[in-house]
């Protein structure tokens, strides 16, 4: 059978599958293969894949941002450590059959790829969902592999053993010799892009994330437009829970971040944010938070959606029942 309709029949089986591959998945990369599945639900696809209208869609749910793995095939994960195995991962799936297990295909194309298990197994339950959402036509596009080489060109840290990697993981800054005699201190921090050595800004503890995130004064506009000049690299438009663009996953360092509130797990539940498989939802401390609600009280990584919206049951509910709303 054709992979691509064999995994159109398949979508009951993920929650399963990702709950089997976690215990045989490196630990750098298991919060992050649950955070990456919580930032492209299925239900989300299902909604955004093929709106009557698309700037009614945009309107209605507030969407913002690159809400389509349709244009980040080839990006949408780097933040796992995985990602540096992404091509041979791809060209397994692009070669793989169809079947009626969908654990025994994402162990398939992970065999196949002949990158190491621990993180092949992630990265091709990612592929295979990312072609679930895709299809084939696409699976190849240059926009997306030119995107794919500006991540690579952005990225400095692709040598590191997945051990190093984990253990920098929200840590605080330390200086190097140099700077400490030139009276630098290490300091608290919030890492939002651990590949890279400047992807973090300084964090007094106590402060929420995005009151932080505001004191770095660097041109993240001009990366990702929904950012306001000089507010950070945590896009924003309320700071009070409103508006649900603050969303972020946390990589590392959940236990040093307030509990959620019941006011915050009620507006992630009010966005969706919560409406994907693997998640740890119940927790006090759930992987996806929103960065304007939670407190750091010491270091911590975190990974920026590239989308925002507000699109949880209440909203579909609303446009389902509401004949005046024609998405
Ligand atoms: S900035 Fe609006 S919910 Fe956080």
Redesign the pocket.
Known sequence: MNLFDSLQQQDGQWPDVIRQLLPRTHAVDRDALRIWFGLWPLPWHALAQNPASRPQFEKFYQVNGAYRLLDQVDTSHEFLYGHRYWAVVKAAIGTARGGTDLRETVEAVAQASQAPAEFSLAMAAIGLMTLRQTGWDGWESPANAEAAKAVTNRVTARGHPADQVLRSRASDFAPSLGERLRGKRSTPRVICEEQTADGWFPLIPSQHI?TAAELDKRPHHLRDPRCYEGMGI??????????????VGVLGGQEKLSEITPFERQ?MDY?GYFDAPGLDTESSRPLLR????AQAFGSVSIVIPPWNAVWGRSRRERAGEDATITL
Not at 290 to 293: N, R, V
């Open positions: 995005t945590i896009p924003v438009d309320c700071r009070s829970g409103a508006c649900g663009t603050c969303w507006r966005f929103l960065a304007c609600q």
